[in-house]
């Protein structure tokens, strides 16, 4: 019936003046939640033979954002299915007055379809909400190092399907912010990082999931790692018992070895144990340090466009913890951890 009279009202429309392009809504969403990426669709109809060259001009919205520059087109015989998103910004949103023309036929008129309330709903979530909304949100990879003596910083990658992901926040957090991001409604990326309470031994919070209609928890087992590189494509936990695991055996292999030669007398297999013997004189090396320069910038991760969380007010010689191309690794004396670029480095 709704396609009978949209075609009266075509041929009707029609008769009368120059008016080309006929616009209506074809699908808008009985109700949206603020913060929330949603769509709308456009079925349109051209009384001239090519009506795939409608163009649109967006006026008057309120309390949403428009994400769209051009329309996911879809041409269904004589109609046109034009797809744009939006994000809602506000507890009271309305779409906004749209004017669709055809490209080049500037002595016809325009249509303009008025823009139409939305019923958008507010969120009354608990504290651990990440004020994420997404049809999903999978965590990829995540690693915790120490931050000081009373905190850890928790380091995580995410990925997410129409999400506007750069709303992520958290609250009874001590720091944080986005070390990168990749935006885009349909697929987001983000890394992320907190400072936590060392007495944590999760980190947990939640997202609403438009897929389900519901929250869902994400959870961040806490295992601290002491390792020397942590960077934005080695998130994920790694058990450091294996390192002391590995020195163990090397001994009890070298012990057992000099006990076969003292057996055997057969000395010429000395050199069967520096292997092991050189393991172990190898990871109880003292740590190497550093001199980094007055006013070095310390980055979270290292990576040029980082968080910088800290400024050396000193010049100091400290011990060097690790290091990765253009970076080095450090601990200050107040126990924070940190990346210093190389051109901070100086000799002493």
């Known amino acids: 019936m709704s396609k009978l009279l949209f075609l009266a009202l075509f041929f009707t429309l029609s008769l009368f003046g120059d008016q080309v392009v006929y616009l209506s809504y ?5 109700r949206v939640i603020k913060g929330e990426i949603f769509a709308i669709t456009l079925k349109s109809i051209s009384t001239l033979a090519d009506n795939s060259d409608i163009s649109y001009v967006f006026s008057k919205a309120s309390g949403i954002k428009i994400l769209d520059e051009l329309p996911l087109r879809e ?4 109609y046109v299915y034009d797809t744009f998103h939006f994000l809602t910004t506000r507890s009271k949103a309305s779409l906004p007055d749209i004017e669709a023309s055809l490209i080049g036929e500037e002595e016809h008129d325009s249509t303009t379809l008025p823009g139409q309330s939305l019923n958008v709903i507010t969120l009354n979530p608990k504290a651990d909400f990440s004020n994420v909304i997404a049809d999903s949100f999978e965590l990829l990879e995540y690693k915790t190092t120490s931050y000081d003596n009373k905190h850890n910083i928790v380091i995580f990658v995410a990925q997410a399907k129409k999400c506007d992901i750069n709303a992520m926040a958290f609250k ?9 991001v990749s935006e885009s409604y349909e697929d987001s990326r983000i890394t992320y990082y907190v400072v936590i309470d060392k007495e944590l031994e999760k980190f947990s919070f939640s997202y609403f999931n438009l897929t389900k209609n519901n929250f869902s928890t994400i959870d961040i087992p806490i295992v ?8 934005q494509t080695d998130l994920k936990p790694k058990d450091q018992s294996r390192e002391l695991l590995k020195i163990q055996i090397a ?4 012990f057992l070895g000099f006990l076969f030669i003292l057996w ?3 000395y010429v297999y000395l050199a069967l144990i520096f292997i092991p013997l050189a393991y172990i004189l190898y990871h109880s090396l003292p740590q190497e340090n550093v001199c980094v320069e007055q006013g070095s910038e310390l980055y979270l991760l290292p990576v040029s ?5 800290e400024t050396t007010k000193t010049r100091y010689v400290l011990p060097k913890e690790g290091a990765v191309e253009g970076f080095v690794k450090i601990k200050l004396q107040n126990e924070k951890i940190g ?5 901070n480095i100086c000799s002493y």
Do not use: L, M, Y
């Open 26 to 30: 074809d699908n808008v969403p009985q």
């Open 75 to 78: 041409i269904r015989g004589k």
């Open 172 to 180: 009874n957090v001590k720091k944080q912010g986005v070390e990168s």
């Open 224 to 231: 601290v790692i002491d390792d020397s590189v942590v960077t």
């Open 251 to 254: 001994s009890v292999v070298a």
């Open 264 to 266: 055997r007398k057969k």
């Open 305 to 309: 466009n980082g968080t910088i969380f």
């Open 339 to 343: 990346w210093v670029k190389n051109e």
